[in-house]
Structures are given as structure tokens and as C-alpha cells.
């Protein structure tokens, strides 16, 4: 009894495992046959940071600001950079990033103020070693070259037409003050106006109130002088 027991258990076993891989038969896979295809990577992905190669220059826009460098918590990034002659914008020599101290936070991309860096699609990063350094300029160094010429080029004409518009601006402005001048001196200078004749003075009357008291005749004056030494003698 226990042997067809357990060969009826051990059957039963079995075609319910079967069942479960004929039903696997008709569904969708869940799992993908790497590294003979690649993943799909949703828009979500991250990985170590790149820089971002532009259509209109065909190379990045990293000016060694240093803001990157500067704000990452985990002190994975270094920068240098110097300004080339005839150019504004300073360029970056060197953009290393170690990925084995990055975590991934992303506050190297928002403070970036030419939006030059992004998250990478790597995802097959592997390695005996922790030494993951990135160097982020070397996709970027062959055509070096021959974006300093156009850009150096760009540059002078963009100083020339500034120049040549402030000449112009300069030479309409002294035209402008010349034609005024000599407008000035042929227009006819105006006659000096006739000065205005001179008014009399009103009469002024004066009240009997505020007129001063006429003065005594001498000849009164003379007697009441005699009248006062007659007695006083």
C-alpha cells in the first residue's frame, strides 16, 4: 500500500508540474535572453552622468564652472578648465567621475547652468576592481580642434560687427550734430527788441494827517525869545 501510494502521489506530482509548464508555453516571457539583446530602459533609468553632445556645436557646452564639482556630496567629481584665447567661455581639459563613489543624487545636473550633463544609459557596468573612473571628455577630444576654430572665428565676427555697429552708431551722431551746426549759423540771428520807454511816476497824495506841521514864522519866533529873557531878568 505505501509503494502505490507513493507512486500515485509521485504521479500526481508530476502532471500537475507539467501542467504548469505547458500552461508557461502560451505566455508572455518574463525574462530576456542577455547579452544577446539589450534591455529596454524606461526614461526613469539612471546611471554615472555624460555630457550632452548638442547639434547646432556637435560637442558639449562644459565651461569648468566648477558648480558640479563643488556641490556633489560625494566628492566624485574633478574639473579643470581654462579659457582659450580669442573665446569668452572658458573650456573644460578634464571632466573625471568616479562612478564608485557617485550616488546617483543628480544635483550635479540641476546646478549645471549650460544643462550640459545628464544620466547615462549604462547599464552593463561591471568590473574586479572599484577603479570606475570616467573620463567624460573622451568622446569629445578629437573634434576639440575643429570646434575652437569655428568658435574663435564666431567670435572675431561677432566682435567685428559689433565694432562696425558702434562706428556707425558714432558717425550718424556726429552727422546728426554737424547738420544741426550748420542749421544754427544759417539761421537769421533775430533783432534785438526796442527797450521800453520809461513811465512817470503817479502822483502821490498825501493826507492832511501824515503832512508835517509848517514851521513857525521868525518873526514869532523872535518875540517869544524877548519875552522869555524879559523874565528871566
Same mark, same amino acid.
Given at each position: 500500500m505505501n509503494a502505490i501510494g507513493s507512486i500515485f502521489n509521485g504521479a500526481t @506530482?508530476?502532471?500537475?508540474?507539467?501542467?504548469?509548464?505547458?500552461? #508557461?508555453?502560451?505566455?508572455?516571457? &518574463?525574462?530576456m535572453p542577455y547579452p544577446h539583446k539589450e534591455p529596454e530602459l524606461t526614461e526613469a533609468y539612471r546611471s554615472a552622468i555624460e555630457l550632452i553632445r548638442f547639434e547646432e556645436t556637435d560637442t558639449h557646452d562644459c565651461v569648468a564652472c566648477l558648480q558640479c564639482e563643488q556641490i556633489c556630496p560625494s566628492f566624485c567629481i574633478k574639473i579643470e578648465g581654462d579659457r582659450p584665447e580669442g573665446m569668452k567661455k572658458k573650456r573644460?581639459?578634464?571632466?573625471?567621475?568616479?562612478? #564608485?563613489? =557617485?550616488?546617483? =543624487?543628480?544635483? =550635479?545636473?540641476? &546646478? =549645471?547652468?549650460?544643462?550640459?550633463?545628464?544620466? @547615462?544609459?549604462?547599464?552593463d557596468e561591471a568590473g574586479y576592481q572599484r577603479e570606475w573612473v570616467h573620463d567624460l571628455l573622451d568622446g569629445f577630444r578629437e573634434g576639440e580642434a575643429a570646434y575652437l576654430e569655428r568658435a574663435i572665428a564666431e567670435e572675431a565676427e561677432k566682435a567685428a560687427a559689433r565694432e562696425a555697429k558702434r562706428a556707425a552708431a558714432a558717425e550718424a551722431k556726429a552727422k546728426k550734430a554737424a547738420e544741426e551746426a550748420a542749421k544754427a549759423a544759417a539761421a537769421p540771428e533775430p533783432e534785438a527788441a526796442a527797450a521800453p520807454e520809461p513811465?512817470? #511816476? +503817479?502822483?502821490?497824495? &498825501?493826507?492832511?494827517?501824515?503832512?508835517?506841521?509848517?514851521? +513857525?514864522?521868525? @518873526?514869532? #519866533? +523872535?518875540?517869544? +525869545?524877548?519875552?522869555e529873557e524879559g523874565e528871566g531878568a
Amino acid at each position: 500500500m505505501n509503494a502505490i501510494g507513493s507512486i500515485f502521489n509521485g504521479a500526481t @506530482s508530476l502532471l500537475k508540474g507539467m501542467s504548469v509548464t505547458f500552461r #508557461a508555453l502560451f505566455t508572455k516571457p &518574463v525574462t530576456m535572453p542577455y547579452p544577446h539583446k539589450e534591455p529596454e530602459l524606461t526614461e526613469a533609468y539612471r546611471s554615472a552622468i555624460e555630457l550632452i553632445r548638442f547639434e547646432e556645436t556637435d560637442t558639449h557646452d562644459c565651461v569648468a564652472c566648477l558648480q558640479c564639482e563643488q556641490i556633489c556630496p560625494s566628492f566624485c567629481i574633478k574639473i579643470e578648465g581654462d579659457r582659450p584665447e580669442g573665446m569668452k567661455k572658458k573650456r573644460a581639459t578634464r571632466f573625471d567621475m568616479d562612478f #564608485a563613489l =557617485c550616488s546617483l =543624487c543628480g544635483l =550635479c545636473i540641476d &546646478v =549645471c547652468p549650460t544643462t550640459t550633463l545628464k544620466y @547615462s544609459r549604462i547599464y552593463d557596468e561591471a568590473g574586479y576592481q572599484r577603479e570606475w573612473v570616467h573620463d567624460l571628455l573622451d568622446g569629445f577630444r578629437e573634434g576639440e580642434a575643429a570646434y575652437l576654430e569655428r568658435a574663435i572665428a564666431e567670435e572675431a565676427e561677432k566682435a567685428a560687427a559689433r565694432e562696425a555697429k558702434r562706428a556707425a552708431a558714432a558717425e550718424a551722431k556726429a552727422k546728426k550734430a554737424a547738420e544741426e551746426a550748420a542749421k544754427a549759423a544759417a539761421a537769421p540771428e533775430p533783432e534785438a527788441a526796442a527797450a521800453p520807454e520809461p513811465q512817470a #511816476a +503817479a502822483p502821490v497824495e &498825501v493826507s492832511d494827517e501824515s503832512a508835517p506841521a509848517e514851521p +513857525a514864522p521868525a @518873526s514869532a #519866533a +523872535a518875540d517869544s +525869545a524877548k519875552e522869555e529873557e524879559g523874565e528871566g531878568a
